[in-house]
C-alpha cells in the first residue's frame, strides 16, 4: 500500500500562485508514476498533470499546459504541483494520485484526500 498527503491548498485571487505538495509513504519502491487530478463541483474529475517517477517524463492538460508545472524529488518520495497565473476555473478539489509499476496505464491505484483550491476573480 501507497499513503498519499497533500498540502498547500487555499484561497488566492486571481492571477496568483499556489504550490501543492503530495508526500508519498509505505511502498512507494512500487509507484512508476503520479498524478495530481482535479474535480470541480458538478463537473467531471480531470487530470491536469502527470509525471514519471524515473525519468520525470510530464504531461499536462490542454487547460494547464504552460500555468502549471508538475515536479518531483525522489529522495523525498514527494511530488509537486506549481499553479502560476490561477484562474477562476482552476477551482476544484485537486488529489495527489499514484500508479503502481505494472499496473492498468489507465488507472491509478492510490489517492490522497484532497486539498481545496479556490480562486477568487
Same mark, same amino acid.
Given at each position: 500500500q501507497?499513503?498519499l +498527503?497533500?498540502?498547500?491548498?487555499?484561497?488566492? &485571487? #486571481?492571477? !496568483?500562485?499556489? *504550490?501543492l505538495?503530495?508526500?508519498?509513504?509505505?511502498?512507494t519502491?512500487? +509507484?512508476?508514476?503520479?498524478g495530481?487530478f482535479? &474535480? #470541480?463541483? !458538478?463537473?467531471e *474529475?480531470?487530470l491536469?498533470?502527470?509525471?514519471?517517477?524515473?525519468g520525470?517524463?510530464?504531461?499536462?492538460a490542454?487547460?494547464?499546459?504552460?500555468?502549471f508545472?508538475?515536479?518531483?524529488?525522489?529522495?523525498?518520495?514527494?511530488?509537486?504541483?506549481?499553479?502560476?497565473?490561477?484562474?477562476?476555473?482552476?477551482?476544484?478539489?485537486?488529489?495527489?494520485?499514484?500508479?503502481?509499476?505494472?499496473s492498468?496505464?489507465?488507472?491509478?491505484d492510490?489517492?490522497?484526500?484532497?486539498?481545496?483550491?479556490?480562486?477568487?476573480?
Amino acid at each position: 500500500q501507497v499513503q498519499l +498527503v497533500e498540502s498547500g491548498g487555499g484561497l488566492v &485571487q #486571481a492571477g !496568483g500562485s499556489l *504550490r501543492l505538495t503530495c508526500v508519498a509513504s509505505g511502498r512507494t519502491f512500487s +509507484v512508476s508514476d503520479m498524478g495530481w487530478f482535479r &474535480q #470541480a463541483p !458538478g463537473k467531471e *474529475r480531470e487530470l491536469a498533470a502527470s509525471i514519471s517517477w524515473i525519468g520525470g517524463r510530464t504531461a499536462y492538460a490542454d487547460s494547464v499546459k504552460g500555468r502549471f508545472t508538475i515536479s518531483r524529488v525522489n529522495a523525498k518520495n514527494t511530488a509537486y504541483l506549481q499553479m502560476n497565473s490561477l484562474k477562476a476555473e482552476d477551482t476544484a478539489v485537486y488529489y495527489c494520485a499514484a500508479r503502481r509499476a505494472g499496473s492498468d496505464p489507465q488507472r491509478y491505484d492510490y489517492w490522497g484526500q484532497g486539498t481545496q483550491v479556490t480562486v477568487s476573480s
